[in-house]
């Protein structure tokens, strides 16, 4: 049987070709009018998802990289 891709997971992590899972940096919605320049300009980064989180993630997209 065909495994489901979790659409969530999908919408929010992208596989790069060499196996990285890249994730959108948090505390960037709201508020911003306290955070300094520097640090929104950080948020607008990609991230890379850390080795602990990186198993569970690619069981919830089975057929992505």
Do not use: C, W
């Amino acid at each position: 049987m065909k495994q489901k891709t979790k659409k969530a997971a999908a919408k929010r992590f992208k596989i790069t070709k060499n196996g990285k899972i890249l994730r959108r940096s948090q505390m960037n919605n709201h508020l911003k009018a306290a955070k300094s320049r520097s640090a929104k300009a950080r948020f607008k980064r990609t991230s890379k998802v850390a080795d602990v989180e990186k198993r569970k993630i690619e069981r919830l997209l089975p057929y992505a990289g």
